[in-house]
T-cell receptor
Framework: GQNIDQPTEMTATEGAIVQINCTYQ??????LFWYQQHAGEAPTFLSY??LDGLEEKGRFSSFLSRSKGYSYLLLKELQMKDSASYLC??????????WGAGTKLIIKP | GAVVSQHPSWVICKSGTSVKIECRSL??????MFWYRQFPKQSLMLMAT?????????EQGVEKDKFLINHASLTLSTLTVTSAHPEDSSFYIC????????????FGQGTRLTVV
């Protein structure tokens, strides 16, 4: 079966750095996405990785290791508005998006 | 990025009635649209995938006669919840992609359905 694992909840302090991990086992791989979802709203796109390595975009970076079936989302200089759920999703061999359950990130002052 | 417009944002309906939710891609042709349902504090659950001009493919456990999906054009897909019941109350989100391949999915704003 297809499976994506990420922590259920994480807590971090404003101004700090947090890393949200995602591991996956899917039938094929055509890319990995990270989305941010605030409560009651639709997800918004953060990043896309298809090759190994680190993609940096402002305060957010995403890393991928295809051989390990592993990715992480790194958030720097945390702000209170970063409190949200972060969803990891993998595009499988049929180009279907397989979703993780999401990681609820709580930012404390 | 591309824009997907979903309407209505929220709707309250009586048990037994039907509700139609529209999803439009405003500046691109969405060859594939996806409909998701999300219960509070739970992950997105794919309900069905629709390709323009063909019948939708429903995920296991989703009743196709209850959740009618129409994807008649490259910019519009509709989800109709027929004979809605309180357990159908949920957050429904559509998503669209431009062609097949490694393109990101653009999401509508979501529709919060409450059945009373």
């Amino acid at each position: 079966g297809q499976n994506i694992d990420q922590p259920t909840e994480m807590t971090a302090t404003e101004g700090a750095i947090v890393q949200i991990n995602c591991t996956y086992q899917t039938s094929g791989f055509n890319g990995l996405f990270w989305y941010q979802q605030h409560a009651g709203e639709a997800p918004t796109f953060l990043s896309y990785n298809v090759l190994d390595g680190l993609e940096e975009k402002g305060r957010f970076s995403s890393f991928l290791s295809r051989s390990k079936g592993y990715s992480y989302l790194l958030l720097k200089e945390l702000q209170m508005k970063d409190s949200a759920s972060y969803l990891c999703a993998v595009l499988d061999s049929n180009y279907q998006l397989i979703w993780g359950a999401g990681t609820k990130l709580i930012i404390k002052p | 990025g591309a824009v997907v417009s979903q309407h209505p944002s929220w709707v309250i309906c009586k048990s037994g009635t039907s509700v139609k939710i529209e999803c439009r891609s405003l500046d691109f042709q969405a060859t594939t649209m996806f409909w998701y349902r999300q219960f509070p504090k739970q992950s997105l659950m794919l309900m069905a995938t629709s390709n323009e001009g063909s019948k939708a493919t429903y995920e296991q456990g989703v009743e196709k006669d209850k959740f009618l999906i129409n994807h008649a054009s490259l910019t519009l897909s509709t989800l109709t919840v027929t004979s809605a019941h309180p357990e159908d109350s949920s957050f429904y989100i559509c998503s669209a992609r431009d062609g097949t391949g490694d393109t990101e999915a653009f999401f509508g704003q979501g529709t919060r359905l409450t059945v009373v």
